[in-house]
């Protein structure tokens, strides 16, 4: 019987700025769990992934700045025609093409591929995809299939990449599109993709860090975000499986960072949360590894026992979601409050945590928000110890605030995703302008080095 084999791609990103702030492809790589789990063989090449072993052979590779994170290496390339107002460089980052192509042949040399899957993440970001899609049209003649947040969100655009497209969240409708596009006979899977596999890290030669996810989904309804929109209801992956997975690849990969992007992991926390840090401890996992949440964790929801948990479980970042101050946090959700930041940042510094490890998530550019508002949670943040980053809104299509937007005629539904970059916006969106965003961020430059002056 002929083999079935399918290549997974990570594919390039081309922006004007991207750092590997812990970007995995977790999706892909269950992705590739479930095609394992239906008996097909599964090769991967990720063309983000800073620690494969043939890079420093092609390029300069950037060395890592904290616990994993560092600068992908990457070429100047032309712009994008949309984007020829905008007064920066934009890039390719990640492998070189010449390696990605040799990587191609090694494949094509040990034997006949079925098909190709390719990922996605930012909108933004396809024309890195297309660009990804054109080499493998060019390598390997089969069929390639295109999903993730891209394509899901964006359909339309995904098209025009010539790949065909997979929609949808299930992978329990694999077997059938395979079947359909591949003339296979797959069996149906009632495997429960989340709670039953593991990504399949093991597909890495080397690697420098691992992202996990415990949970799937989020409660919170906020205007900005659609995290409750991909997801019909939270799903908690079993603790004694997250468990499992750390032990299992912290070893074979001999990593020391693993990583928790889950949306809300403080939810349930009694049943869950408490529960894997508890079994970290238990198993002296805390000795060898270093974990992070850098996600954004609700800070209304943080108490006392689980920040005690937390650094007794040596947890090195801790990311708060604060978004704004002022009417806004109301307006858009909800989710939290002055007092909610001021709270979780009392309880993680009298459990331990310092300036250095605890931080928060600033909005900048939100609709209807004033540099006031941004100044006074930098100042929130300073006044009890924390740090923080300023992150500029980006209008996710089909989000409430977009939906908004489009309903007052200040967007007008069909942009170009490109022009939604949150680099982009404040050279043409009628908001905040790039002046405004240069101010406020070196006033929170400014804050920083006081706060760090006076802490000497």
């Known amino acids: 019987m002929k083999r079935k084999r399918i290549l997974l791609v990570n594919p390039w990103i081309e922006d004007f700025a991207a750092y590997d702030f812990w970007l995995k492809p977790v999706g892909l790589l269950y992705v590739g769990s479930f095609l394992k789990s239906l008996g ?55 492998m070189p093409e010449e390696l990605f192509r040799k990587k191609l042949q090694k494949i094509k040399e040990n034997g006949s591929i079925d098909a190709i899957f390719v990922t996605s993440t930012l909108t ?23 999903g993730g947040f891209f394509v899901r969100n964006q359909p339309h655009i995904a098209k025009k990449s010539g790949a065909y497209i997979f929609t949808k969240t299930d992978l329990r409708f694999l077997p059938k599109f395979l079947n359909d ?62 468990l499992d997975e750390i032990e299992k690849f912290s070893e074979l990969l001999k990593i020391q960072d693993i990583v928790f992007f889950d949306d809300a992991i403080l939810i349930k926390w009694q049943k869950h949360l408490k529960v894997i840090l508890s079994e970290i401890i238990a198993r002296g996992l805390n000795k060898k590894i270093r ?12 108490n006392e026992e689980v920040a005690n948990l937390l650094y007794e479980a040596n947890f090195k970042t801790i990311k708060l979601g604060y978004e704004t101050s002022g009417k806004l946090q109301l307006e858009t959700g909800g989710k939290v409050r ?20 605890v931080s928060a998530y600033i909005m900048i550019n939100l609709p209807g928000q ?41 967007l007008k539904g069909t942009e170009d995703p490109l022009l939604l970059n949150n680099t982009i916006l404040p050279y043409w969106w009628d908001n905040m302008r790039i002046e405004q965003i240069r101010r406020l961020k070196e006033y929170a430059q400014e804050k920083r080095r006081l706060y760090t002056r006076e802490s000497l």
Request: aromatic fraction near 14%; charged fraction near 25%; include cysteine.
């Open 291 to 302: 974990f992070h949440l850098p996600n954004g964790i609700h800070a209304k929801l943080l």
């Open 124 to 146: 933004y970001w396809y024309p890195g995809y297309f660009d990804t899609i054109n080499v493998l049209r060019q390598e390997l003649d089969v069929p390639i299939v295109f």
């Open 181 to 242: 596009l591949l003339g296979w006979n797959l069996q149906n899977s009632e495997k429960d993709w989340f709670l039953e596999l593991s990504p399949a890290y093991e597909l890495y030669e080397r690697i420098g860090y691992v992202v996990l996810l415990t949970t799937l989904g989020c409660p919170y309804k906020c205007t900005y975000c659609i995290a409750h929109r991909n997801w019909e209801r939270m799903k908690f992956k079993d603790p004694y499986r997250v």
């Open 338 to 357: 002055d007092e909610d930041v001021v709270r979780a940042a009392e309880i993680l510094r009298s459990a331990g945590f310092t300036y250095k490890e």
């Open 40 to 94: 097909i063989e599964v090769e991967l090449i990720d063309l983000m992934n800073r620690y494969d072993p043939e890079l420093s052979d092609y390029t300069k590779v950037p060395k890592d700045k904290f616990y994993g994170t560092g600068k992908f290496p990457h070429i100047e390339i032309e712009k994008p025609k949309i984007l020829s107002f905008v007064p920066r460089k934009y890039k390719r980052y990640g």
């Open 370 to 410: 004033t540099e006031e508002d941004v100044k006074n949670a930098v100042d929130v943040c300073s006044s009890v110890g924390i740090d923080y980053s300023l992150n500029e809104f980006t209008p996710i299509v089909g989000t409430d605030i977009w939906i908004e937007l489009v309903n007052k005629g200040l």
